[in-house]
T-cell receptor, first 113, second 112 residues
Framework: GAGVSQTPSNKVTEKGKYVELRCDPISGHTALYWYRQSLGQGPEFLIYFQGTGAADDSGLPNDRFFAVRPEGSVSTLKIQRTERGDSAVYLC???????????FGPGTRLTVT | KNEVEQSPQNLTAQEGEFITINCSYSVGISALHWLQQHPGGGIVSLFMLSSGKKKHGRLIATINIQEKHSSLHITASHPRDSAVYICAGNGGANFGNEKLTFGTGTRLTIIP
């Protein structure tokens, strides 16, 4: 079946703009995770959804970052007033249940100029 | 100090060599994951283990819970194994529920 998909694959935006990054998890997966990977680093946790609710948002760096998953499937990561330091690859992963193997999407490369 | 540390950071080997990548973690976990990331960013889960040893093809992963240490081995390495290998832990009081805490990765290059 289809894997995790993310759109767009690349996004270039100007400093101060608003961006939305989309994640389509594997159908039926209840757990959805957002991670951020800066160049040369391992991914870092941002937020985790179980169903529609954010079970853990402790990794969101500040209040410019927000994520939703209104119907328990697709999730959108929203970044307001983007800064150059937000430039990174944003990875989404889904899992059949929490604590099980995670399946990663290809990522969205965000560049803030 | 990172909660998950890997060594070496970079590894270059000749085709056919036996490869070992090490991962140490500082606090208790419920599961340890080995992931492979190819140039371009795609991450593939190789193993998820909480004890003992798992094998898939030429890849073997082991974990020693008491020593808080895991290893990933590749037998008969091939240029297509060239990638970044990342270990990550989840669960346990300090790592926090199901989110993954990642090491910085080991860049493996296999020369033909």
């Amino acid at each position: 079946g289809a894997g995790v998909s993310q759109t767009p694959s690349n996004k270039v935006t100007e400093k101060g703009k608003y961006v939305e990054l989309r994640c389509d998890p594997i159908s039926g997966h209840t757990a959805l995770y957002w991670y951020r990977q800066s160049l040369g680093q391992g991914p870092e946790f941002l937020i985790y959804f179980q169903g529609t609710g954010a079970a853990d948002d402790s990794g969101l760096p500040n209040d410019r970052f927000f994520a939703v998953r209104p119907e328990g499937s697709v999730s959108t990561l929203k970044i307001q007033r983007t800064e150059r330091g937000d430039s990174a690859v944003y990875l989404c992963a889904s899992s059949p249940d929490p604590g099980r193997e995670q399946y990663f999407g290809p990522g969205t490369r965000l560049t803030v100029t | 100090k990172n909660e998950v540390e890997q060594s070496p950071q970079n590894l270059t080997a000749q085709e056919g060599e036996f490869i070992t990548i090490n991962c140490s973690y500082s606090v208790g976990i419920s599961a340890l994951h080995w992931l492979q990331q190819h140039p371009g960013g795609g991450i593939v889960s190789l193993f998820m283990l909480s004890s003992g040893k798992k094998k898939h093809g030429r890849l073997i992963a082991t974990i020693n819970i008491q020593e808080k240490h895991s290893s990933l081995h590749i037998t008969a390495s091939h240029p297509r194994d060239s990638a970044v290998y990342i270990c990550a832990g989840n669960g346990g009081a300090n790592f926090g529920n199901e989110k993954l805490t990642f090491g910085t990765g080991t860049r493996l290059t296999i020369i033909p």
